[in-house]
């Protein structure tokens, strides 16, 4: 099966924590800190593989956690790292930040990486803190959480030229013709429910990747039948081919039916519609050379500035024309670096991070809040009286007694800090 959206929840391994330990070898009678560094946690990284084309394995696996960085001992031994997963995933994927649209990574090339959850840091132990003034620390560090978030997976195919249409025009039959891709083919609409992929070789030096994207329906770009998913792959299309049925023996119209998914296109994004364009007035071989003439002349005066090469897919009748006029256009246009790039979904901005700040609340009490204030939170091995003294310490310089009085604290008021609760007095 074709999957090519995916959202799975992502959370980095915690950090290992810090120890505290002094040396008790024999002969060393006042030994100093001994205590060694927690691991880091393991991340959570996505590597895109061009082995790849669909996202079915996140259908079944929603959940990934690194794995935990070991914990300190003494001896200054530091705890091992916790060990990345690597997850792999198609050429053309690109990864969002589930809760708020932000694009984390466009995954394009073969073996880019992008780290979507980090591992924790691991915590200090005691050999860390020695300094002149304190000889001998009594207290270490935890390691940090690793970050977690969901994040989505949206797979875009990359291909040079798109074959687009409305079902049952021949598209599935054109690339079978053209390239060595062998979709399923039958005569009844929507026989083609996920893309089809075909490297077209049209020497020894020239190739080129051929995109049959499922039929289109009026109203894809509101989401009508599958139109976002299939509209999606059409996005990196560098050159699309409108493939009509110009034999009209199932009552449609080559003109209006172009004319449509030019609106779909539009509708979806404006740049679509200013791609490069050509168009293959197929299953003329059923039509009679007067009527054949009636249809192309009518296409082509509705269409003046789209090259329009006619032909049967099923014979093989104009097909190389077409392949060697794909070409040339490809060769004229400029490298795929230079291409405009894609218009960025709507993204909500993160608010500005500040250390900390001061929430008051009902009954005369104060909670100091903030990234900075849990992350030192985490750290603090509040069970050890040196690690409490560290921990108010560092909350005086960072200015917190300051901030509770600019805020209006009084004397007697309750403060809330992480897990500590106390009666503020100057």
Not at 66 to 76: A, I, M, P, T, V
Not at 141 to 163: C, S
Not at 340 to 346: D, G, Q, R, T, V
Request: proline share 5%; glycine share 12%; with cysteine.
């Amino acid at each position: 099966m074709f999957y090519d959206y995916a959202k799975v929840n992502v959370q980095g391994g915690n950090g290992g924590n810090g120890i505290v330990a002094f040396r008790r070898e024999k002969y060393v009678p006042k030994g100093g800190p001994a205590g060694g560094d927690g691991g880091d946690g393991g991340s959570i990284i996505l590597r895109a593989d061009e082995g790849l084309r669909t996202l079915i394995d996140f259908r079944y696996q929603t959940h990934y956690k690194g794995e935990r960085g070991l914990h300190g001992q003494g001896s200054k031994q530091h705890g091992k790292g916790g060990k990345d997963i690597i997850l792999r995933v198609p050429v053309g994927t690109l990864v969002r930040d589930a809760a708020n649209n932000r694009l984390l990574a466009d995954l394009r090339v073969q073996g880019q990486e992008v780290v979507v959850a980090k591992g924790g840091r691991g915590g200090r132990g005691n050999a860390r803190f020695v300094n002149s003034i304190h000889r001998a620390p009594a207290y270490a560090e935890n390691g940090e959480p690793g970050e977690e978030r969901w994040i989505t997976l949206e797979l875009k195919l990359l291909a040079d030229v798109g074959l687009v249409g409305f079902p049952n025009v021949g598209k599935s039959t054109l690339i079978a013709q053209v390239s060595a891709a062998r979709p399923k083919i039958a005569n009844y609409p929507f026989t083609t429910l996920e893309p089809n992929l075909g490297v077209v070789r049209v020497d020894a030096a020239h190739s080129f990747v051929l995109a049959d994207v499922p039929g289109l329906v009026s109203g894809a770009a509101e989401g009508a039948g599958l139109g976002h998913r299939f509209l999606r792959h059409v996005e990196r299309c560098r050159v699309l081919v409108h493939v009509v049925d110009a034999s009209g023996l199932e009552g449609r119209d080559p003109v209006e039916d172009i004319r449509a998914i030019q609106h779909e296109l539009e509708a979806y994004a404006p740049k679509l519609a200013r791609k490069k364009a050509v168009i293959f007035a197929n299953k003329t071989d059923l039509l009679s050379e007067e009527d054949k003439a009636a249809v192309l002349s009518a296409i082509e005066a509705a269409f003046p500035d789209l090259p329009l090469f006619a032909g049967s897919a099923a014979t093989g009748e104009g097909s190389q024309a077409l392949v060697y006029a794909l070409k040339d256009l490809l060769e004229a246009l400029p490298p795929v670096s230079e291409e405009e790039e894609e218009e960025a979904a709507p993204v909500i901005p993160e608010p500005a991070q500040r250390p900390f700040w001061v929430e008051a609340h009902e009954g005369n009490v104060w909670a100091v809040v903030g990234p900075e204030i849990d992350g030192l939170v985490q750290r603090t091995q509040f069970e050890r009286d040196e690690g409490v003294e560290r921990f108010m310490g560092i909350l005086d310089g960072m200015g917190v007694e300051k901030a509770l009085r600019k805020a209006g604290i009084q004397e007697g008021d309750t403060v809330i800090i992480g897990p500590m609760e106390f009666d503020y007095f100057e």
